[in-house]
């Protein structure tokens, strides 16, 4: 009995992973109300470039300090097999983030980033009809990354730096919610108690991975500059533990089902190219545009181990995807800037491979803020960003205790959400 209670929360795991494929975005909020536009920018450069692309940092000319948060509340609605389920509504996350260059001298600069590349968060009502494949999920993750950027020339500039990253991962489900526990009768057969299948699972772990990024600026003009910066693949060995508890209700009685053990999953995050371009067309007003690609298609499978020597891959079917946003700032006074952007975020999921971890659908991103001098050396920024998720439907599998692996059909709608930012900014 264990052996196959086990079996199913490994399977329905490796597809709560797959969600870990949406990037979090969000480092400053100058850089949320622009669409992430500040690629390529050189005429006003803070600290928060270590994030957009760190071979601008080399146009600083003072020690500079960034730090802020933003908070995140996705949620939907959504329905199974056309039946309307409770909204999906994990709460407000918070994603902080710390930046500081330092320039020192021979036409180098030193930087440091804090900030989150990845994160998931979902949750649903308790014993929703596709409980068996998540019932709350998060996934946390945070970069460290110190950057070394060098001003080959006047116009000209190239960075590196290596990205240490930490990830936890934490998956709640129900297995055969909602089903039957079969048994064969001596003189009626095949009979079956429902609702028999009590089971809660956890399955909990965390890693320290590492990767690099490389970056070059170049001012094609005194208004106009482009930007590029790569990001590497990082590869994640998951290690934690896996529990299940409960109980399955039998002719007999309940039999009570206990596991506990380690567990692990082999998780390569992907790698991504940006390309922006950004123009400073007066004195006052700047506009900026930026490119992402995200090469999905290199994550393959995904590998676990659980408890009794079990282990499982599960083979993914992601597609690379963009991501292209465009934003403008104007200096309305010499102490208040406006800013506007809009991005639009494809969706790498396959409809056919997928999970309940996040709404499905592609993404599109309003967003806008204001920059406040607050004195010389002294700014913050704020800002909000609204995103809404297009409907989609995905399929989702689930193997049930009658031997059966049934499809069921994952619809999202009215899915939004939003994102209020601050970052306070200081140079010396």
């Not at 500040?38 to 003072?62: M, Q, R």
Request: aromatic fraction near 14%; hydrophobic fraction near 35%.
């Amino acid at each position: 009995m264990k052996k196959l209670v086990i079996a199913v929360p490994v399977v329905l795991a490796a597809c709560a992973v797959h969600a870990a494929g949406f990037g979090i975005y969000e480092a400053s909020a100058r850089g949320n109300a622009v669409g992430d536009a500040l690629v390529g920018e050189t005429d006003t450069v803070d600290a928060s470039a270590n994030y957009y692309n760190p071979a601008n940092i080399a146009f600083a000319e003072k020690v500079q300090f960034a730090a802020g948060a933003s908070f995140i509340n996705p949620y939907c609605d959504v329905d199974v097999d056309h039946k309307s389920q409770d909204r999906m509504n994990p709460g407000w996350f918070t994603v902080p983030t710390f930046f500081m260059t330092v320039p020192v001298g021979a036409g180098f600069t030193l930087g440091w980033g804090n900030y989150t590349e990845y994160g998931l968060g979902s949750r649903y009502g308790t014993g929703w009809d596709l409980a068996g494949d998540t019932q709350k999920t998060t996934m946390r993750q945070v970069t460290l990354n110190p950057n070394l950027a060098y001003k080959i020339t006047d116009r000209w500039s190239v960075s590196t730096g290596p990205r240490i990253s930490w990830i936890q991962f934490t998956n709640h489900k129900q297995p055969y919610h909602g089903d039957s526990f079969y048994y064969n009768h001596p003189l009626y057969g095949t009979l079956s108690v429902p609702n028999a299948y009590n089971l809660r699972t956890k399955l909990k772990g965390d890693d320290w991975g590492l990767g690099y990024n490389v970056a070059t600026s170049f001012k094609v003009t005194d208004t106009v500059s482009v930007g590029l910066i790569y990001r590497s693949q990082m590869r994640h060995k998951i290690k934690g533990n896996f529990d299940l508890k409960g109980d399955v209700t039998t002719p007999l009685g309940a039999m009570p089902q206990t596991v506990h053990g380690p567990a692990s999953a082999v998780l390569t995050l992907p790698r991504s190219v940006v390309l922006g371009i950004n123009w400073r067309a007066t004195e006052k007003w700047r506009l900026g545009v930026a490119a992402t690609w995200t090469e999905w298609s290199s994550v393959k499978n995904i590998h676990f181990r659980l408890p009794e020597n079990y282990s499982y891959t599960q083979h993914l079917k992601w597609h690379n995807t963009g991501r292209f946003g465009f934003g403008t700032e104007y200096d309305l006074y010499d102490w208040l800037t406006v800013r506007g952007g809009y991005v639009y975020d494809m969706d790498p999921t396959d409809k056919h491979n997928s999970t309940t971890m996040l709404p499905a659908g592609d993404r599109h991103i309003m967003s806008g803020g204001l920059g406040f001098k607050l004195a010389e050396n002294l700014w913050l920024d704020v800002g909000y960003t609204f995103i809404r998720m297009t409907n989609d439907d995905r399929v989702i599998a689930l193997a049930h205790t009658d031997g059966t692996v049934k499809e069921h059909k994952f619809s999202t709608h009215n899915g939004f959400s939003h994102i209020a930012s601050a970052t306070l900014r200081y140079s010396f």
